[in-house]
C-alpha cells in the first residue's frame, strides 16, 4: 500500500491535479491529507475537493488533524500527529473512528499502541530532508516493531525508487510518501 502525505506548498502543480494524476496512474492508494498551515476551514474545504476526486476510486482519504477538528466536521477517518495523540486522555475519545498514529521512538509506539489504533507510520525510516537532523530508525527497527505487532505499520521517510525495492525485499509493503510523490 502506498500512502500520499500531502503537501501542496511543494507540489509543481495543483496539488487536486497531482492527486488526479496518481489516481488515474493507479500509484497511490491512500491520502493523507495534512496541511498544517490551513485554518479548519480551509482544510475542510479541500478535504471536500479531495473527496470528489477520490470517491468513485480505490482511494482511502483520511485526514491529519486533531480530535476536535474531526468531531467538528464529523470525520470518520483521522490521522494523528505526536503533538495531537498526546492531547488524548483516554481510548474512548477515539471511539467510532478509524485512526493512526505518527510513531518517532519506541516509547511513543507502546504508548500509541495502547490506544488500538488501525495503523502507525513509522518515521523517518531512512535519512530524509524533511526531518533534518534526525537520526534515521532504518529497517532493522522497522522489522522489530514489525515482528512485535499485529498492527500495520508504515514506513515513512527518505523513501525513493531505491528504498521502494529494498523495502519490498524485506515484505515491507507499505509506506508513505510526499516529495517521492508530489515533485
Do not use: W
Not at 108 to 129: C, G, H, M, Q, R
Not at 130 to 153: A, D, H, M
Request: glycine residues 4%.
Amino acid at each position: 500500500m502506498i500512502t500520499l502525505i500531502t503537501d501542496r506548498l511543494i507540489c509543481k502543480k495543483s496539488l487536486l491535479v497531482k492527486i488526479e494524476e496518481l489516481i488515474n496512474e493507479k500509484r497511490i492508494d491512500q491520502i493523507i491529507l495534512r496541511e498544517k498551515d490551513l485554518d479548519d476551514e480551509k482544510l475542510y474545504n479541500l478535504y471536500l475537493e479531495i473527496e470528489k476526486i477520490t470517491k468513485n476510486s480505490h482511494v482511502n482519504l483520511i485526514v491529519n488533524t486533531s480530535l476536535a477538528f474531526a468531531k467538528k466536521y464529523d470525520l470518520k477517518k483521522i490521522h494523528l500527529s505526536q503533538r495531537n495523540f498526546k492531547k488524548l486522555s483516554t481510548k474512548k475519545a477515539l471511539k467510532d473512528l478509524s485512526f493512526g498514529i505518527s510513531v518517532h521512538s519506541m516509547k511513543e509506539i507502546k504508548s500509541a499502541l495502547k490506544f488500538e489504533p488501525d495503523y502507525l507510520i513509522v518515521s523517518p525510516v531512512f535519512k530524509t530532508n524533511c526531518k533534518r537532523g534526525q537520526k534515521p530508525l532504518g529497517i532493522g527497527f522497522l522489522k522489530e516493531v514489525q515482528s512485535n505487532t499485529n498492527i500495520p505499520l508504515i514506513a515513512l521517510g527518505g523513501i525513493n525508487d531505491e528504498k521502494i525495492n529494498q523495502l519490498k525485499q524485506l515484505n515491507i509493503n507499505n509506506m508513505a510518501m510526499r516529495s517521492y510523490l508530489l515533485l
